[in-house]
């Protein structure tokens, strides 16, 4: 079992940065690919980032180059900084623990999620 907990969503102007932090509670949190997921008003749930546990990322189209994601297998938590954020980044951001890669990824776990606003 692992419990997911995200913090740091807000409210920026265009053309800011914030950074979303997830806490994982778990012995196990190590073995999954760890994804950041956003889902907007009216609008599916949408992968952002991905990290394996073997290091590898993935990044859907619209944020490479902004966006970086990075995990600590020592503290169990996984980071996604965003910057030159746009109005459309706008969503609710969920953090998820599964396996697979990319649009094949499949959540296992999920967090509550946390609310990004991007102001234009």
């Known amino acids: 079992q692992v419990q997911l907990v995200e913090s740091g969503g807000g409210l920026v102007q265009a053309g800011g940065s914030l950074r979303l932090s997830c806490a994982a509670s778990g012995r196990t949190f190590s073995s999954y690919t760890m994804a950041w997921f956003r889902q907007a008003p009216g609008k599916y749930r949408d992968v952002v980032a991905e990290v394996e546990s073997n290091g590898y990322i993935y990044y859907t189209d619209s944020v490479k180059g902004r966006f970086t994601i990075s995990r600590d297998n020592a503290k169990n938590t996984v980071d996604l900084q965003m910057n030159s954020l746009k109005p459309e980044d706008t969503a609710v951001y969920y953090c998820?623990?599964?396996?697979?890669?990319?649009?094949?990824?499949?959540?296992?776990?999920w967090g509550q999620g946390t609310q990004v606003t991007v102001s234009s």
């Open positions: 998820s623990a599964g396996s697979g890669r990319g649009t094949y990824f499949s959540p296992r776990y």
